[in-house]
């Protein structure tokens, strides 16, 4: 491993084994599901150059032994981390609230809704962007991690323009695993390609010498002006989703978004040079 790639790797792990250590997965574990992931990634790259993958083949790549490969090939893919499904339903419903104008108040704004009716209600929106979720499981699914709740005339009230399950551990850490994965497979297209028209878009702005007064404004303007943007790119997309507006031509099914994300740590301060007297 080169050093560039090594130094990488250690500020991209060291975040996410905080995480393990504080939920007590031992080292033995880890290498254990890096030991799958090799195998798996080994056997998709040998199929995607229309190879056989076999174990040898695999055991030759990773390192491991034929006898690990086969066994690791037995225990199969657990899937990846995907959203949950209540976690997808309420992310539409919400994506509902946000654009679609039988929910938006006179202002554009989304709308307090009566929880029960044919049109314009909150059991109106869950039926159009939650199937067939019965609108009380959605809303206590919703009111769970935060996203809404009962105003005062006991109407449904959105309570954010994102849904962001803050009192849900499980649907955070299975964000991310979603969002973790997409930035560094954004990055890994943008390492391979050559052609500068199929880059993907990847920028962020960065400064390392801010006093901590300067960080809550700067937070709270990120927070604002972020999802304003968000919001005009949920709107597009929403147009586009074949869910709720089959589109009139084009094949395939693909996912694409884009994600914006605020960050801040102490800057290790660094040692004064010392001066030393000439003899």
């Not at 790119?233 to 914006?260: E, K």
Request: proline letters at 5%; hydrophobic letters at 40%.
């Amino acid at each position: 491993m080169n050093t560039h790639l090594k130094l990488a790797f250690l500020r991209i792990v060291k975040p996410l084994v905080r995480i393990l250590h504080r939920k007590g997965v031992a080292v033995g574990e880890l290498n254990q599901m890096f030991k799958q992931i090799y195998v798996e990634v080994s056997e998709e790259a040998l199929l995607a150059t229309g190879e056989r993958p076999t174990t040898s083949r695999i055991a030759i790549a990773t390192g491991l032994t034929r006898k690990e490969v086969a066994q690791l090939r037995l225990i199969g893919a657990d899937g990846g981390h995907v959203p949950t499904p209540s976690y997808n339903r309420g992310a539409r419903v919400m994506t509902g609230w946000l654009h679609d104008t039988e929910f938006l108040n006179a202002v554009g704004q989304p709308a307090n809704l009566p929880l029960q009716g044919e049109k314009g209600s909150f059991a109106a929106l869950v039926s159009r962007y939650s199937g067939d979720m019965p609108y009380r499981a959605m809303f206590q699914e919703m009111e769970r991690v935060g996203a809404v709740q009962l105003d005062a005339c006991g109407q449904a009230q959105l309570m954010g323009a994102g849904y962001i399950p803050h009192a849900d551990e499980a649907e955070k850490l299975s964000i991310l695993g979603t969002d973790v994965a997409a930035l560094i497979q954004t990055i890994d297209h943008n390492v391979l390609t050559q052609e500068r028209s199929q880059l993907y878009f990847q920028r962020k702005v960065c400064y390392d010498n801010l006093p901590e007064a300067a960080l809550p404004a700067f937070k709270q303007m990120v927070g604002q002006e972020g999802m304003d943007l968000l919001i005009k790119f949920n709107a597009w997309l929403a147009t586009q989703d074949g869910g709720s507006h089959p589109p009139a031509d084009g094949v395939g099914r693909m996912r694409a978004g884009v994600g914006i994300y605020y960050f801040e740590e102490a800057v290790a301060e660094q040692p004064e040079e010392r001066i030393e007297d000439s003899p």
